[in-house]
């Protein structure tokens, strides 16, 4: 069945939006091949772990639709700067030693191309959703609970991706995963 090639199965793209704990906004893209089963798993799993389903549009306009380019580093940065304005990116940031490059959907595979063209390796290329303000969560129990809501969505057998728009320090993100 997970392979797609059962006869007469028909798989749909649905989306959830839904609220985790601290007010965090989540949109939730699933492929699946029962509606009514996936829709009911989905709000149980918001339940469950503090969050609740919302309106269709209630979330996604926190959220932009963007290219987005892992760049293995280092690199002279003004130089980067340069080619992707060039190619048509809007703007980079330094992620450790690699960068990540944001594009407008339409303009991912030039850009990528382009940078390919100047020898840097482009470690992951996708199209994402980004979301265009922050909740901060700094108190470590709705760390944990917001964390615990994504984990669970992401363990779900017909999400495909998750997105949400919190900011926890990485102190706090590693004494979690620790």
Known sequence: RGTGELEGVRYEAISYE???????????????????RTSSEIKHLFGRNGGAIAEPGAV????ER???LEVQGPLD??????????AGAENYEANGSNYTVTTEPHA????????????????????TLVAQNTIPVSDEAEVKKVLRLLDALDDHDDVQNVYANFDI????LAAYEG
């Open 18 to 36: 839904g609220y985790g704990p601290s007010g965090v906004a989540v949109i939730v893209e699933t492929l699946s091949d029962n509606r009514n």
């Open 60 to 63: 996604s306009w926190q959220f």
């Open 66 to 68: 963007k290219g987005v």
């Open 77 to 86: 940065e003004d130089q980067l700067l340069e080619w992707i304005m060039e």
């Open 108 to 127: 991912l595979a030039s850009v990528r191309s382009a940078l390919e063209n100047q020898r840097l390796k482009v470690l992951s290329a996708e199209l």
């Open 169 to 172: 320090s990485d102190k706090l």
